[in-house]
């Protein structure tokens, strides 16, 4: 088997499993919260909302940080620190005996968080090029799927075994990844002697500076999109179907929807972007991701949402690989890290977003209003990287 190969397969369910430790706590925190001694409601709804926040805007705060060293010191130790890090501090959150230590832990879970930036420049530096394209698209479905299946994962072991105990098993999920991690990742790091650059002069040395930002951008606006709906999702599946008994777990089925359907697309669409060009696939699915989330606002049964999230979450398969094959395509080498560290605290900043805005939006002009909204800023989205993507890629032809 391939280097490139065996290391996308253990970086893919290092991935995957960060992505349900990072998410698995939305559904039970609220609960998890109570049980740790808050009881009025307006309380509760507070402190879980800075207990599940303060994860993705620390880890975007970090992110940078740890792609810089993942530049200097190679990809393969930032890995070992993230695993073993966030084992240890997801285990321990099970313990928490109070709100406070819980705030702390997940500060501290944001902070060490890094496992994903490492495994998108480890794979986009270890992979040919004519590989890199299906690698990338491959990678890029762990991390979405993790994060979308983790909320259902959640609930469901919190049901059955108890809100700590969910921490608990996370927290030895994550070890066995640091485990595998430590057995199975090669790297072909030279390290260099060269001073990294602080932030002003790496970004001067990045030649492509207006692409850039705008994949930056669209990668928030995919993370928006996809968690938008977190907050209003069980409303929306009470609305649709006030008489059912099952209602979490058609809401598990709803928001789970779009990562099973990413599992499927992106490793094909990652491969037809090595074929046409990642630019062509990120215009497309972008045009397609925005007219599949309009009429989510229209639908009057919850099996035509969950068809339509199935929808989405195909044509969001078309661009997490686009946009990570791009990066690496228009970066210079020594900058991966630094790069894809951006990029993933724009994603982290998305998913926070997305949250608290879909909410915002819900509560202001009704559930309905957030797929419109949504909707309409992945067409702007798509209509700015048609002019600042698409049209100059077409021109200078590097992408291909």
Not at 17 to 45: C, H, K, M, Y
Not at 65 to 80: F, Q, S
Not at 191 to 205: D, G, L, T, Y
Request: proline share 4%; aromatic share 12%.
């Amino acid at each position: 088997m391939p280097l490139w190969k065996r290391n996308l397969i253990v970086c893919w369910i290092g991935m995957f499993i960060t992505g349900i430790g990072i998410s698995q706590v939305a559904p039970i925190l609220p609960l998890f919260v109570e049980e740790l001694g808050v009881n009025d409601p307006s309380r509760i709804a507070m402190v879980s909302g800075i207990a599940f926040g303060v994860t993705f805007i620390v880890a975007a705060i970090f992110s940078p940080i740890w792609g810089k060293a993942a530049d200097k010191y190679g990809r393969k130790p930032m890995l070992l620190r993230a695993s073993l890090g966030m084992a240890i501090i997801i285990f321990l959150t099970g313990f928490s005996p109070n709100v406070y230590v819980l705030i702390i832990m997940r500060t501290l879970q944001g902070v060490i968080a890094g496992y994903a930036t490492a495994c998108t420049t480890l794979i986009a530096t270890q992979t040919d090029r004519e590989h890199a394209g299906y690698a990338l698209g491959t990678l890029s479905t762990a991390s979405i799927a993790g994060s979308l299946i983790g909320p259902l994962l959640g609930g469901y072991l919190g049901e059955t075994l108890g809100y700590r105990n969910v921490f608990f098993v996370i927290g030895g999920l994550m070890m066995i990844t640091f485990i595998t991690t430590a057995l199975f990742v090669k790297e072909d790091f030279v390290r260099s002697e060269e001073k990294v650059p602080n932030i002003k002069e790496a970004w001067q040395m990045v030649p492509e500076k207006s692409i850039t930002i705008t994949l930056f951008v669209t990668f928030f606006i995919i993370n928006f999109s996809l968690f938008s709906i977190e907050p209003i999702i069980t409303l929306y599946i009470d609305q649709l179907a006030p008489v059912t008994t099952h209602l979490a777990l058609l809401s598990g089925l709803a928001f789970s929807a779009a990562g099973l359907a990413n599992i499927i697309a992106a490793p094909r669409l990652g491969k037809l972007s090595d074929r046409i060009g990642a630019h062509k696939v990120i215009f497309v699915a972008l045009i397609a991701a925005a007219l599949t989330f309009i009429p989510q606002s229209f639908v009057t049964a919850v099996w035509q949402l969950v068809l339509l999230r199935f929808i989405l979450g195909l044509t969001i398969g078309g661009l997490n690989p686009s946009v990570n094959t791009l990066i690496k395509r228009v970066t210079p080498q020594a900058m991966t890290g630094r790069v894809f560290g951006f990029n993933m605290s724009a994603g982290y900043i998305g998913v926070f977003c997305g949250s608290v805005i879909g909410g915002q939006i819900a509560g202001h002009f009704g559930i309905e209003t957030v797929f419109l909204f949504t909707g309409t800023l992945l067409l702007l989205n798509a209509i700015w990287a048609y002019f600042k993507v698409y049209k100059v890629i077409g021109i200078k032809k590097f992408a291909d």
